[in-house]
């Protein structure tokens, strides 16, 4: 069995702060881990994801995520907050094999950016 | 990444009646796909997972008569809410898998039953 746990359903940032983005989660397998992000009325887009290999992720955007096994979190980070990073990010873990895909999300945390 | 169409985009549709959504990957054989529901202000949850050639499999809690799921082909998935209710208003969206390690969602269907 899979869960993912978000930290702070919102978070608020200034323009050019940190943003700091918490995802806990429980894997009763190895974790294939993903962060996402939706804006309003619009599908998902893959910000980045943690396979195999090197811990420390870098996606798009300037968006990072460090994957800590023995604190099971896979928070997502970027040094300089834009206003065009307001959305709604949403992590999610998979199993690997057949089961790789079949995402378990965590409640998704709003993000939103000030002038 | 590989492109993954959903249509339509969004539907209106009466109480009662049956409401047909494609999923499609158009640059790659996909033999599994994923269906999920997002509530408004909720997260996403799994409804069914959909194999090519075979049953769906559906998560618990999700009617599999009422959300006939139906994968003929490498390249098409189908999702058909039957006899809809307001409550099925939902927004659902799909994946299809490409390989071992690739995953990559549709835009999404926005449905609203009045």
């Known amino acids: 069995a899979q869960s993912v746990t978000q930290l702070g359903s919102h978070v608020s940032v200034s323009e050019g702060a940190l943003v700091l983005l918490r995802c806990n989660y429980s894997?009763?397998?190895?974790?294939?881990l993903f962060w996402y992000v939706q804006y309003p009325n619009q599908g998902l887009q893959l910000l980045l994801k943690?396979?195999?290999?090197?811990?420390l992720v870098k996606g798009i955007n300037g968006f990072e995520a460090e994957f800590k096994k023995s604190e099971t979190s896979f928070h997502l980070t970027k040094p300089s907050a834009h206003m065009s990073d307001a959305a709604e990010y949403f992590c999610?873990?998979?199993?690997?094999?057949?089961?790789?895909?079949?995402?378990?999300f965590g409640q998704g945390t709003i993000l939103t950016v000030h002038p | 990444g590989a492109v993954v169409s959903q249509h339509p985009s969004w539907v209106i549709c009466k109480s009662g009646t049956s409401v047909k959504i494609e999923c499609r990957s158009l640059d790659f054989q996909a033999t599994t796909m994923f269906w999920y529901r997002q509530f408004p202000k909720q997260s996403l949850m799994l409804m069914a997972t959909?194999?090519?050639?075979?049953?769906?499999?559906?998560e618990q809690g999700v009617e599999k008569d009422k959300f006939l799921i139906n994968h003929a082909s490498l390249t098409l998935s189908t999702l058909t809410v039957t006899s809809a209710h307001p409550e099925d208003s939902s927004f659902y969206i799909c994946?299809?898998?490409?390989?071992?390690?690739?995953?990559?969602f549709g835009q999404g269907t926005r449905l609203t039953v009045v």
């Open positions: 999610a873990v998979s199993g690997a094999g057949t089961s790789y895909g079949k995402l378990t």
């Open positions: 959909s194999n090519e050639g075979s049953k769906a499999t559906y």
């Open positions: 943690y396979t195999t290999g090197a811990t």
């Open positions: 994946s299809a898998r490409d390989g071992p390690t690739e995953a990559f």
């Open positions: 894997s009763s397998v190895p974790p294939y």
